[in-house]
């Protein structure tokens, strides 16, 4: 029964359903139908083919049927109503209307495009295009025009439409090379970013870096040729500045609590979990923390006016986007192994000890920063057959926080309890007695190790 109604809507749909009236112009003609459970691709080709505009809508619309019925309506009317009754987002490039389920075009905006192919299918193009560059790109393909609706920057546009060229062919015949020189990206990076840039639908391409003439040399058929120099372009842009500021503190509180390193580690007294878009865990071993940042820092500094912590270090690094800056603090310790053997060789290997940050920034375009941190703390734990044996405390986090936002790690401790005892010369020595000739203190310190990072644009 459901074929059946479908079928007869089809057939209504495509036949004289449309009542239209002999107005000049788009804008005011009008037109009647009334539809049932007809999938709403098959109501915008009608709207489309009645009023004479290109009508497309996004892959998502394919699992939508349309029940309606409108007299007399124009064609923004009728769009309207449909929208309304779907809830339903519209965008108009280039003359065309472009229709989606809520949110699937996102916030993309820029330059608009059509792109009208002469061998490939628009469909098989479109689906292409949003693997290859993702929520970058709104990609549309109307096959009854056979065409390509695109929407980002002018930058993703471009490229997108490279790709289209070199995907539009008929044969990939007749292999060439080019040579591209570089300006802000090395060889090794550009080959290896390139290769995982091109799709494998555009055939294969060979990539040989060049380090001493800053070149890479690409080999391939015309179209993927084209298109993998559009990517170079964006690949070898001047790239944007970061500084990460690092700052070391050791606090020292007076009492023998657990609440600084507690609170600076981003969970609420009581146990409870800090608000905000990071996720800690009460008993992880660097425990980051963003979103209080003013309170924690303003914590840090009064326990360093009061001498009861002190900052170890402030290194500054600057790095690319999306690059890795490398500090680190404290020794490098030489480990001096015997080979055995009749002539008796060593080999002298070396272990950095301390404190070692791996900070991998990348800017967004909004100056949001997100940010991968790698934290190591490691010392030496001792000895074994006089090899030094080395702790090592470690963790990698993620992050996405606002440009100039500090994040503080805390929960890195050390208690040291120390126990010192004064006696009278000899009488202090008598057995059971002696203690009576004896004074015996105790003290115990906590000291825990706090880092604070900052990420910064440099213009």
């Known amino acids: 029964m459901k074929r059946l109604t479908l079928f007869l809507a089809l057939t209504l749909f495509v036949n004289p359903i449309w009542a239209g009236a002999s107005t000049a112009g788009t804008i005011a003609r009008t037109a009647s139908f009334s539809v049932t459970n007809l999938p709403l691709p098959n109501v915008l080709a009608g709207l489309s083919r009645e009023f004479g505009v290109n009508i497309v ?67 098989v193009i479109a689906r292409e295009l949003s693997t290859s560059f993702g929520g970058n790109l709104i ?34 015949d007749g292999a060439g090379s080019v040579s591209y020189a570089l300006n802000h990206i090395s060889p090794e990076d550009a080959s290896s970013k390139l290769i995982q840039a091109i799709p494998t639908s555009i055939g294969q391409i060979t990539v040989v870096p060049d380090v001493h003439s800053n070149t890479v040399v690409i080999t391939g058929a015309p179209g993927a040729l084209a298109f993998a120099e559009s990517v170079m372009k964006r690949l070898d842009a001047v ?60 914590t840090i500094n009064t326990l360093i006016e009061h001498g009861e912590g002190q900052i170890l270090a402030e290194p500054n690094q600057i790095v690319n986007s999306g690059e890795t800056a490398h500090i680190h603090i404290g020794d490098t310790v030489p480990i001096v192994t015997n080979n055995g053997g009749l002539v ?85 020595d008598i057995p059971l007695f002696g203690r009576l000739f004896q004074n015996v203190s105790s003290t115990a310190k906590r000291e825990e190790v706090v880092f604070q990072v900052t990420f910064r644009a440099v213009e």
């Open 57 to 123: 809508g996004d892959a998502s619309l394919a699992q939508i049927n349309v029940t309606l019925s409108l007299s007399n309506v124009t064609l923004d009317a009728a769009m309207a109503a449909i929208e309304r009754a779907y809830k339903l987002e519209e965008r108009r490039v280039d003359g065309t209307i472009i229709v989606s389920s809520p949110g699937s075009m996102g916030t993309t905006a820029g330059t608009p495009a059509t792109i009208h192919l002469h061998v490939a299918t628009a469909s």
């Open 139 to 172: 990609a549309i393909g109307d096959d009854r025009t056979n065409s390509v609706v695109l929407l980002g920057s002018p930058d993703t546009v471009d490229s997108a439409s490279a790709l289209i060229a070199a995907l539009d062919v008929a044969g990939q």
């Open 239 to 298: 790239p944007k500045k970061v500084l990460v500021q690092v700052r070391v503190l050791d606090l020292m509180p007076t009492n023998d609590q657990r609440d600084v390193g507690i609170i600076l580690g981003g969970v609420a007294p009581g146990g409870g979990q800090g608000s905000g878009a990071i996720t800690v865990t009460p008993n992880q071993l660097f425990t980051p923390f963003a979103n209080r940042s003013l309170a924690v820092n303003a």
């Open 344 to 428: 008796g060789g060593v080999t002298v290997t070396s272990t950095d000890t301390g404190i070692v940050l791996d900070a991998r920034p990348i800017i967004g375009a909004d100056g949001s920063v997100n940010a991968i941190v790698h934290l190591q703390y490691s010392y030496v734990n001792g000895s074994s057959q006089g090899y030094p044996i080395f702790a090592n405390r470690d963790e990698t986090s993620h992050f996405s926080v606002h440009e100039g936002q500090t994040i503080t790690f805390g929960g890195l401790t050390e208690d040291d309890h120390t126990k010192t005892t004064t006696k009278v010369p000899l009488l202090g």
